[in-house]
């Protein structure tokens, strides 16, 4: 606003001393038209120019502003998705040690669903890279075969105490993903 | 029927196993062996269905999503480098191969061998 009255001073000023600084002989109407009209007409373009400029920066400042929003509610959304993680795997600790198989299985699903999700997620990428959090992802497909072919053929035997044992180092590693994402200031 | 690069890539595997340079892992199951890699992990498992040996190899990939699977019953052809590869696993988990070295050493060693077991409910002497 201010740069826009400076620039419109500048330019009647302008105006003014074109005029003032005249011969008698170029005082007509025409030329007056055709100084005031050239030197609105460059005003004109500053403003806008300036004007553009200043947009430009907000923009900026707005896009940047965006971002911040995004990550905080992506912070929060996967924040969100580590505690339902960590309950869900209680709750199929829950289901095995009563020996409810199916339902334990059904869970293990939602919480493999949750795991992939966590591995696409920026924020957590130094914690899913990490080699233990790969073991136990590991660790976790192959009890979650083994959940199901125990349901097919009960001829193998599935070791539910150390299935739980797995599940509880993964929510131990969960509950650092929740530590880091609390720990990240947006 | 196991198709040439599973088999090559199970010698493969027996072979790190038997150069000691593979570290086996045990999974839930009672029999089953597991070797992670850097890209997923494979697992070896026997058991007895209707009386009859069964021995699996399954390949993971680095989701733990299984890949793929191969069953051999006792009396197929693909049953014997099943076997092997599960017996070598085996070992290695449990250090057979250590565990009778350090036997031996123990038993070549002049020293005496052993201990007296003194039971719980021995009156004492005195």
Redesign the interface.
């Known amino acids: 606003m201010k740069k826009t009255i400076s620039i419109s001073i500048i330019g009647v000023v302008g105006i003014i001393l074109c005029i003032y600084f005249f011969e008698d002989s170029d005082k007509t109407l025409p030329n007056y038209a055709t100084v005031i009209g050239t030197i609105c007409s460059i005003v004109g373009l500053s403003i806008a120019y300036i004007n553009i400029l200043a947009l430009k920066e907000e923009s900026i400042i707005i896009s940047k502003q965006i971002h911040l929003t995004l990550e905080k509610v992506n912070q929060l959304n996967s924040l969100s998705e580590i505690s339902k993680a960590i309950k869900v795997n209680q709750e199929i600790q829950e289901f095995l040690r009563n020996e409810k198989i199916e339902l334990a299985r059904l869970r293990t699903l939602d919480l ?1 669903y949750m795991l ?1 999700h966590f ?1 696409n997620d920026l924020l957590l990428n130094e914690l899913t890279s990490d080699e233990e959090y ?2 136990l ?10 959940l199901n072919e125990t349901l097919i ?1 009960s ?6 105490t ?2 739980v044992k ?1 599940l509880e180092e993964l929510s131990t590693y969960l509950t650092k993903f929740e530590l880091k994402l609390k720990s990240i200031k947006i | 029927m196991i198709p040439n690069n599973i088999s090559k890539l199970i010698d493969a595997i027996i072979n790190k196993t038997e150069a000691k340079k593979a570290i086996w892992g045990k999974t839930s199951r009672n029999e089953e062996f597991k070797l992670f890699l850097e890209k997923g992990a494979v697992t070896t498992d026997t058991w007895v269905e209707n009386g009859i040996e069964a021995i699996d190899f399954a390949i993971y990939n680095s989701y733990g999503d299984k890949i793929d699977n191969f069953v051999a019953y006792k009396g197929d052809d693909d049953f014997d480098i099943l076997s092997r590869l599960h017996n070598t696993a085996k070992r290695e988990f449990f250090k057979v191969d250590e565990t009778i070295e350090n036997l031996f050493k123990e038993l070549n060693d002049p020293k005496s061998v052993g201990k007296r077991q003194i039971e719980d409910d021995t009156p004492l002497p005195f």
């Not at chain 1, 992802?137 to 075969?145: E, K, T, Y």
């Not at chain 1, 001829?155 to 539910?160: A, G, I, L, N, W």
Request: net charge positive; aromatic share 8%.
């Open positions: 493999k992939l591995n790969k073991k992802i590991l660790d976790f497909g192959i009890d979650l075969n083994s053929n001829k193998r035997k599935v070791d539910f150390k299935v797995n």
